[in-house]
């Protein structure tokens, strides 16, 4: 553990020098909410603040897409991702789908661990291209490619508004001009978002899961 700790601290002694930062300019180190960022600053002997949007990302995660409903869901939108990133072929035929059912002829989008909201851009283009896709996964030849059911196309449409907050959010947080001032009235909007969404129909159930 101590020789993590060490490299941390070397790391940022290293990025300081390089920037020609001395130490009495830094204030507030970001970070990230993994342990041992934690101790390597402390230990490197300056105060630091968890990223928010690493935060939020591990709220979603544990809160959301932990869920077993959704879980499932994310398996289904991923074997379909998958199956068309590994088989060009199999995307040629599906473009004739993608013109017949006048769906946009975009490419399915592959999710990435460490962005919660790179999830949310797969769900949002797996609906996007659910008029097609649904034949597709019909069609005797692609049997073995599973859509999602009726019930699961209900959950992913009430989830995808739901998600477009935390996105929106997301994306004016990663802007160059964002700045620790922003968190505490951000976490306010999102409270005021979560209880206007329970009472809302629009997202009736997906609190259930």
Known sequence: MYRILQKICDAIQ??????????????????????????????AGYESLPCFLHTLQLVLNDAVFVQINIKN????????????????????????YQTQYKVPENRFKQDITTRWNSQFFMFERIFEQKRALIPFCCDTDNSKLKSLENNEWIILEKLLQFLKMFNDITILLSEREANASSIIPTVQVIQTMLVQAEKSPLFLGLGSL
């Open 73 to 96: 869901i994310s398996a289904t939108c991923k074997n379909i991702v998958t199956h068309f990133n590994h088989s060009p072929s199999s995307f040629e035929s599906y473009r004739k």
């Open 14 to 43: 290293c990025s300081m020098n390089e920037f020609l930062i001395p130490a009495s300019k830094v204030h507030l180190v970001a970070r990230d909410n993994a342990a041992n960022m934690v101790a390597g600053i402390r230990e």
